[in-house]
């Protein structure tokens, strides 16, 4: 039986309309291998929590190109606490200022990618720390 790809949400929470990046980035996971559901436009941290849940993904992916991820983020993962779903990782792109990583980590951001950062780097870092959902449990 094979196994089943890793399933990645691609998020774009808030305000922002600057969806170019996530689209590469949904488009780069699936060509990579990955399941990839892209969730456009506007969404809010309940939205994304909930389609997190409801498609069973085992990472999601927030773009956050405007300066409210310090906002955006941790409401997500809170979300995701609240529901039971700590599990499923949550990594972020975006312009994000170098003083605010380690606060995002601190909340439960797995991984901050920031502008410049390859295709490449954002699969490989995917490939080596998300994991199903049944394994991480």
């Known amino acids: 039986m094979a196994e089943r790809k890793l399933r ?3 998020a774009k ?6 969806d170019r990046g996530a689209k590469i ?3 780069a996971l699936r ?3 990955f399941e990839v559901i892209y969730t456009g436009l506007h969404q809010t941290p309940e939205m994304i ?3 997190a849940i409801q498609e069973d993904v ?3 992916g927030l773009s956050i190109m405007s300066g409210a991820h310090m906002h955006l983020a941790p409401a997500v993962i809170d979300l995701l606490k609240e529901q039971g779903a700590s599990d499923i990782a949550v990594f972020l792109g975006g312009i994000i200022p170098q003083d605010d990583i380690a606060k995002l980590r601190a909340v439960g951001v797995r991984e901050v990618f920031l502008p410049g950062t390859t295709t ?3 699969i490989g870092w995917v490939r080596t720390h998300v994991r199903h959902r049944a394994e991480a449990a």
């Open 31 to 33: 060509d990579g291998g």
């Open 120 to 122: 490449e780097d954002v």
């Open 13 to 18: 929470p808030g305000l922002d309309g600057h």
């Open 25 to 27: 980035i949904a488009r």
């Open 49 to 51: 929590a909930a389609a």
């Open 58 to 60: 085992d990472g999601i």
């Open 8 to 10: 990645i949400l691609v």
